[in-house]
C-alpha cells in the first residue's frame, strides 16, 4: 500500500509540474520561433560544410559521404534527403554490394514514409533483403517497418484495420528492441512507443519520463520523447499537461531545424480546443510552413482540416471586438472626443476584419488549389499504375514464350536456331513500343496538351506531329515535365539522351516561346 501511495504521489507531482503555468513555456516557443531564421541558418551552414568535405576518391566514400547528406535532410526537407538516398543507391547498384544497395533502400523509404508515400513505402520496404545487413541496419530497418504500419493506421482510425496495423507494427517494434543495445535511447525509446500502442500506458510513461530526465539527450530526440509521451496525458484528458509537453517538443524541433514534425500541429489543436486562438493561430502558421517546406503530404491534409476552424474563429473574435467598440460609441455618444476616437478604433478594427477574412479567402483558395493538385496527381498515379502493371504483364508473356521457344530449341540441339532468335530480339523497336505506350497514356491524360503546347509558340514555330506520330522529342521532354519530372538527368536517363541534349532542346525550345523562358515551364504546368 505504501508502494502504491508513493507512485500516485509521484504521478500527481510530475503532472502538476508539466501542467504549471504553460502560458510561460509558449512566450518562450514565441521568442524561439522568431529566432528560427538564426537556427536555420546554422543548419543550412552545417549542410554547405558537408557538400564542400564531398570527395570522390572512391565510391565507397562517395556513399558514406551521400548518406551524411541524407542524415542531414531526412527531417529537413523530402526531396533533398530522397535525393541523396537515390545517389546512395545508384552508386551502391554501380558497386554491386548488396549491403550498400539495401542501407540505400532503407534511407529511400524514410524519405518515402515520411512524405506520407505509404504505397511506395511498402514496395521499397519490401525490395530489402535484409540478411545482407548487420544488426544496426535491421534494427533501422524493423523500426521503419514499424513505424509504416503505426502510421497507416493513425491515417486509417479505422476499428477492423488499424488493430491489425498496430499488431505488425508491435512485431516488428520487438524485433527492432532485441536488435537496439540495451539501455540505448533507441531501445528504451522503441520499447516506450510499442507500451503506449499495446495500452501499457504507465509502463511506457515511466519510460520516456526517465528518458527526459537525461541531460544528454539531442534537441531531435527531446523533441520525439516529449511528443509521444504527450499522447498519454491527451488520452487521459489532461491538456494542459500535454500542451507542455508538446510545447517542450516543438522548442526542440526549432532548434534542431526539424521539419517533418507533428508536435506543433498538436499544440495547435489543443491551443485551439482551450479558445486561445492567437497562440493557436500562430502554430498553426508554423504547421504549414514546416509541412511546405518539408513536402509531407499527410501534414498538410491534417493542417488543412484545422486551419479553416481556427481562421473562422479569429475573424469572429475580430467581430465580436467591432461589436463591442460600436456599443461603447453608442454610450458616449454625447462626448465628441470619445466618439471621435472610438469611430477611429472601430475603422482600424473594420480594416482588421477585412485583413481577416482576406486571409481566410486567400487560405481557402490555396487548399483548393492544393486539394486540385492531389486529385491529379492521384488520378496520374491510378492511370500508370494501371498502364505499368499491363506493360510488365505484357512484357512477361512475351518473355515466358521467348524462354519456351529457347528450352525447346535447345532439348532439339538446334543452337543456329538459338541463336537466329536471340539475334532477333530487336532492343530499338522495344524502346519506340515503350515511348509509344507511355505517348498514349499521357495523352489520355493529358489530350490538349498538344495544342496547349503549341499556344505557346508562332504558328510558324509551332509542330507539326507526322502520321501516326503521337508525341515527338520535343513534346516528350516537356510532357516528363508536366507530369513532375523537372530534373534534367532525370529526363535524360527516360529517354536515353545525355545530359547536354536534353539541356539543349529545352533551351531551343524555350528560346522560340512567346513567353519569357523563366515562364515557359510553368505554363506547361498550368495545361489540365
Known sequence: MKQIFACLLTLVFFQNLLAQDYHSQLDTLNQVIHQSERYEARKQ???????????????????????????????????????????????????????????????????????????????????????????????????????????????????????????????????????????????????????????????????????????????????????????????????????ALLIQSAIADIRSSTRETAAIFNLASLLYKKGDVKNAYTCIQRAIEDATFYGARQRKVQVSAILPLIEGERVNIAEKEKNKLIAYAAVVTLLLLAVIGLVIALMKQIRKVKQAQEALMEAHKRLQVANEKLMESNTIKEEYIGYFFNYNSDFFSRIERFKKSIDQKIMERKLEDVRFLVNNINLKREKEDLLKSFDRVFLTLFPGFVDGFNALFKPEDQIHLKDNELLNTDLRIFALIRMGIGDNEKIAHILEYSVNTIYTYKTRIKNKSLLPNEDFEQAIMNIK
Request: glycine share 6%; charged share 25%; no cysteine.
Open 45 to 243: 551552414e552545417n549542410i554547405r560544410n558537408i557538400r564542400h568535405s564531398i570527395s570522390p576518391a572512391s565510391p565507397e566514400l562517395l556513399f558514406a559521404q551521400y548518406h551524411q547528406l541524407f542524415e542531414a535532410f531526412k527531417v529537413y526537407k523530402y526531396d533533398s534527403a530522397y535525393f541523396y538516398a537515390q545517389k546512395q543507391y545508384e552508386i551502391a547498384r554501380s558497386l554491386g554490394k548488396d549491403t550498400l544497395i539495401n542501407m540505400a533502400r532503407i534511407d529511400v523509404s524514410f524519405s518515402l514514409l515520411s512524405a506520407g508515400m505509404y504505397k511506395e513505402t511498402q514496395e521499397t520496404l519490401d525490395s530489402v533483403n535484409i540478411h545482407t545487413l548487420s544488426d544496426k541496419a535491421k534494427a533501422t530497418y524493423y523500426a521503419l517497418l514499424g513505424r509504416f504500419y503505426y502510421d497507416l493506421g493513425d491515417f486509417d482510425k479505422d476499428v477492423n484495420y488499424t488493430p491489425g496495423y498496430t499488431k505488425k507494427g508491435n512485431a516488428f517494434m520487438d524485433s527492432t528492441i532485441s536488435l537496439s543495445p540495451p539501455g540505448s535511447f533507441d531501445n528504451r525509446y522503441y520499447q516506450g512507443l510499442k507500451d503506449i500502442k499495446s495500452g501499457n500506458n504507465e509502463s511506457a510513461r515511466a519510460i520516456f519520463r526517465q528518458l527526459l530526465s537525461e541531460h544528454e539527450l539531442t534537441d531531435h530526440q527531446v523533441a520525439v520523447t516529449a511528443s509521444t509521451l504527450s499522447d498519454i496525458y491527451i488520452q487521459r484528458g489532461l491538456d494542459d499537461s500535454a500542451i
